[in-house]
């Protein structure tokens, strides 16, 4: 089983929230990880009887402030040991585009905190902001954009999405 951290870039005003991208290589506050629920997942993966757990990271990026531990990872693993599941750090070099292969399986669940190209979500929708906004092009949730391509024209600042 597979999972991937996403986080996302957005702009704020008026009580009013607008996307202006999604990131895999997103970074966890050590003070925020504190406030995360991690008894449902757990929860999923004893129900699912996961005895692995993979956690791929990039360094420098994963984590901040830099000058403490991982605070995320560090409960991660606490988890793992209090559910009898094992527990294995995959650290990426930082820049790197893809990640550590893992052979999935049954009892397995690879959580990534990555960038990795050969991932979908992040080589057609991180790596590309066209291609996320193309995606939430009727939603109210992105911020006006305009965009010309050869295969595609994106207006919304009219309110008008024309194809080529």
């Not at 929230?17 to 290589?25: A, D, M, P, S």
């Not at 999923?44 to 009887?49: A, I, R, S, T, Y």
Request: charged share 25%.
């Amino acid at each position: 089983m597979k999972a991937t951290i996403i986080g996302s870039d957005f702009l704020q005003k008026d009580g009013s929230v607008k996307f202006l991208e999604i990131n895999t290589n997103t970074t966890i506050y050590n003070e925020g990880a504190d406030l995360l629920e991690y008894d449902t997942l757990f929860n999923m993966l004893n129900v699912n009887n996961i005895t692995e757990f993979h956690y791929i990271w990039t360094e420098n990026d994963a984590y901040s402030p830099l000058n403490q531990a991982h605070r995320f990872a560090q409960i991660l693993k606490t988890k793992c040991e209090e559910n009898n599941i094992s527990y294995t750090d995959h650290i990426v070099p930082m820049n790197s585009v893809t990640v550590p292969f893992i052979e999935d399986a049954n009892n397995k669940f690879i959580l990534r905190q990555s960038f990795d190209t050969t991932a979908l979500v992040d080589e057609t929708y991180c790596a590309d902001k066209f291609e996320f906004f193309n995606l939430m092009k009727d939603s109210q949730y992105i911020p006006k954009t305009h965009y010309t391509s050869d295969t595609l024209n994106l207006n919304t600042l009219d309110g008008k999405i024309r194809q080529r």
